[in-house]
């Protein structure tokens, strides 16, 4: 596999559910990134890591948890959602000092 | 707060015709910039970037031009094919945070 892969592809769960989104890098990248798309909104960046540590959180709700236990994994753990936290969450990868950002197909999330 | 956004949020070109997608920024120390695309039921994808210290750069039947007085940004892609549908974004980064995107802008490609 190349690039970046994310799993599942689409996922429906309950609001009292505890699921987890899984994102893999092929590209030997050192940055790996978590963004949230909606309808009509413009990517809102959720989390950045570098090196496996977290160097972003952008004021994220604690009902999202990232975990980054490598370079080349990066999942976001998922428990007590509300139903507007229905989106498309992409995962995506750099090397550090490389803006072009290679990005996952991401994860349908549906929150019911 | 800075933002980066496309003037349109739709865009429909004929077949062969040439395409402008526009966007403005407005954080002026924003130092790299990009456009993405989107296609339906995938990832955005790399088209193309630019430094500010550059005012145009081209691709493979793109081009994006940077208008750094005015904080405006745009891609033309020449010679638009059905393939070039998709939704098109532009980011901004600046020194210390992550990419910032635009809104989108959705270009329909007519036979």
């Known amino acids: 596999e190349t690039g970046v892969t994310q799993t599942p592809r689409h996922l429906v769960m309950g609001m009292t559910n505890k699921k987890s989104l899984k994102c893999e890098q092929h590209?030997?990248?050192?940055?790996m990134y978590w963004y949230k798309q909606s309808a009509k909104k413009p990517l809102e960046l959720m989390f950045v890591?570098?090196?496996?540590?977290?160097?972003e959180n952008n004021s994220v709700p604690s009902r999202f948890s990232p975990e980054c236990p490598n370079s080349s994994h990066l999942f976001l753990h998922l428990h007590t959602l509300q139903p507007e936290d229905s989106a498309l969450y992409l995962c995506?990868?750099?090397?550090?000092?490389?803006?072009?950002?290679?990005f996952g197909s991401g994860t349908r999330l549906t929150v019911v | 707060g800075e933002s980066v956004g496309l003037h349109l949020p739709t865009l429909s070109v004929q077949e062969g015709d040439n395409s402008i997608i526009n966007c403005a920024y407005s954080?002026?120390?924003?130092?790299?910039f990009i456009w993405y695309k989107q296609e339906s039921g995938k990832g955005p994808q790399f088209i193309i970037d630019?430094?500010?210290?550059?005012d145009k750069r081209q691709g493979q039947r793109v081009t994006v031009l940077l208008n750094k007085t005015v904080k405006h940004l745009s891609l033309q892609i020449a010679a638009t094919q059905p393939g070039d549908s998709a939704v098109y974004f532009c980011?901004?980064?600046?020194?210390?945070?992550?990419?910032?995107f635009g809104k989108g802008t959705s270009l329909l490609v007519t036979p």
């Open positions: 995506a990868s750099s090397q550090q000092g490389n803006y072009g950002y290679t």
């Open positions: 590209l030997g990248h050192n940055a």
């Open positions: 890591y570098n090196f496996k540590e977290q160097t």
């Open positions: 954080n002026s120390a924003s130092d790299y």
């Open positions: 630019i430094r500010s210290n550059m």
């Open positions: 980011a901004d980064y600046n020194s210390g945070y992550a990419l910032n």
